[in-house]
């Protein structure tokens, strides 16, 4: 019974989590290492990503629904795939960066031969520099 149980709240909680784009927070694992960040997508779909120095963030306002990289040749993470983002190529970075933040969001074709973010939620974490 408790297992049962356990599913069903598992399920539940899986379900509330998710957002309209069907990418759940957890579907972009964020870590930080000394050579820069470890970026693995464990979900079934493209995650495209954007990593900027938490203080250059903190003067704009970050991507937004119309803003975001909707190119199929933007950084992206391919379907449970892990990769590694040098410090180098974060947004702003700079030797006494201590903070970046990552955003991510799904892309889909448009249906006119382009392509458009997947609902309008955006994921993000900040994360602290090793």
Do not use: K
Not at 105 to 111: A, C, H, L
Not at 118 to 126: I, N
């Amino acid at each position: 019974m408790r297992r049962a149980l356990a599913g069903i709240l598992s399920t539940i909680f899986m379900v509330a989590c998710s957002d309209a784009t069907g990418v759940s927070p957890v579907d972009l694992e964020v870590t930080p290492t000394v050579d820069g960040l470890r970026l693995a997508n464990h979900s079934g779909a493209d995650l495209f990503y954007q990593a900027v120095d938490a203080e250059a963030l903190a003067l704009w306002a970050g991507p937004s629904a119309t803003t975001m990289c909707r190119d199929p040749h933007c950084p992206h993470v391919a379907p449970r795939v892990a990769v590694l983002v040098p410090w180098s190529e974060v947004l702003g970075w700079w030797e006494d960066t201590r903070r970046v933040g990552v955003s991510w969001w799904q892309v889909v074709p448009s249906g006119d031969g382009g392509w458009r973010v997947a609902g309008t939620d955006l994921q993000s974490r900040e994360v602290e520099v090793p």
